[in-house]
């Protein structure tokens, strides 16, 4: 299988995995937010019922060894890292930011420029 699609699974799975977590953690709030009822329910019937949580997705199996494939510095051989972000790239090809976007977040680096010190006098 390609490296390209080796990543859109990769991407696939950890859209997945977070719509999930979002999925779990949102059933666990509103379990936690109803522990008064769930707690008077426990004292009249003598059990609790049990939380049902979807299960996590299962990483996919080709995907385990995967490697970035960004091209290399100077050989131009693709890049050998494993350690990957979500995205299917290591830090060098592709896992940091690449700056601002918004129009706020443009104006926030401006403002965080080095600016010249003023002598005083």
């Known amino acids: 299988m390609s490296t390209p699609e080796l990543r859109r699974r ?3 799975y950890w859209a997945e995995h977070d719509r999930v977590k979002a ?3 949102q059933i666990l709030e509103a379990a936690e937010a109803d ?3 769930r707690f008077e329910f426990f004292c009249d019937h003598g059990y609790a019922p049990p939380l049902i949580l979807p ?3 299962e990483f996919p199996p080709e995907c385990v060894d995967m490697i ?3 091209k ?3 050989s131009g051989e693709p890049c050998q890292n494993k350690a990957l972000y979500p995205n299917g790239r290591c830090k060098w090809h592709g896992g940091a930011s690449t700056g601002p976007k918004t129009a706020e977040g443009k104006a926030k680096s401006v403002y965080n420029l080095p600016r010249p010190k003023v002598m005083g006098a």
Do not use: D
């Open 35 to 37: 522990a008064e009822a």
């Open 23 to 25: 999925l779990r953690r």
């Open 72 to 74: 290399g510095r100077r």
């Open 68 to 70: 970035c494939g960004g």
């Open 10 to 12: 990769l991407k696939a």
């Open 55 to 57: 299960t996590e997705p």
